[in-house]
């Protein structure tokens, strides 16, 4: 079964300093990879995602995230942190079929909360 | 703006009182979701729908049900509220051969009494 780990529960960073959040995954074939931004009390919004292609990916805000089969790494990174980045952050994998059982489902880490000190 | 709707943002229920929670798109988006997410959790997929098909997860509880009348409204049910199932309550959306670009709601806050 699929799965992703989360390492860091909780990340505390300065504002204006670089970030990276960690994400290992679970999955015996080519993996769909997401980062989702929780704010509190708010829905999921999709930072960026990977399906294929160049492993190097950007999204909004200011985040990439490169992924590395060879560690089963999907890890997000920004170079200067502000303050409004502060949230929880998730980690998805989904499978590479869109149909069957699994279709659509996405398998979530257990998040890592973002604070941002002034 | 096209987006997901769920209302109310936050509800009190009683224990063994049962409430229904509800979903609107308008983004024309043909697959729906609902997602149980508990505190400190990650959000966890309870079933979803592909236009009218309904796929429940295997460990989805018995209690819960959903009801998809149309492509833009999705209800969720839960028949009798246990203490265990106060959560946020997040319904997602994505459309056909992007299956996995989920556009989510901003959530329901159950609370059980």
């Known amino acids: 079964a699929q799965s992703v780990t989360q390492p860091d529960i909780h990340i505390t960073v300065s504002e204006g300093a670089s970030l990276e959040l960690r994400c290992n995954y679970s999955?015996?074939?080519?993996?769909?990879l997401f980062w989702y931004v929780q704010s509190p009390g708010q829905g999921l919004q999709l930072l960026l995602k990977?399906?294929?292609?160049?492993?190097l990916v950007q999204g909004i805000k200011g985040f990439e995230a490169e992924f590395k089969r060879s560690q089963s790494s999907f890890n997000l990174r920004k170079p200067s942190v502000h303050w409004s980045d502060a949230a929880e952050y998730f980690c998805?994998?989904?499978?590479?079929?869109?149909?069957?059982?699994?279709?659509?489902?996405?398998?979530f880490g257990q998040g890592t909360i973002l604070t941002v000190h002034p | 703006d096209a987006m997901v709707i769920q209302n109310p943002r936050y509800q009190v229920t009683q224990f063994g009182k049962p409430v229904t929670l509800s979903c609107s798109q308008t983004l024309n988006h043909n697959v729906m979701y609902w997602y149980q997410q508990k505190s400190s959790q990650a959000p966890k997929l309870l079933f979803h729908?592909?236009?009218?098909?309904?796929?429940n997860e295997a460990d989805t509880p018995d209690n819960f049900q959903s009801r998809r009348p149309n492509t833009s409204f999705c209800f969720l049910d839960i028949r009798s509220p246990g203490l265990g199932d106060a959560a946020m309550y997040l319904c997602?959306?994505?459309?056909?051969?992007?299956?996995?670009?989920?556009?989510f709601g901003d959530g329901t806050r159950l609370s059980i009494l």
């Open positions: 998805a994998v989904g499978p590479d079929n869109a149909g069957g059982t699994s279709y659509g489902k996405l398998t």
């Open positions: 729908y592909y236009d009218k098909d309904f796929n």
């Open positions: 990977y399906f294929s292609g160049d492993t």
């Open positions: 997602a959306t994505s459309r056909e051969g992007r299956a996995f670009n989920q556009h």
């Open positions: 999955y015996g074939a080519t993996p769909y």
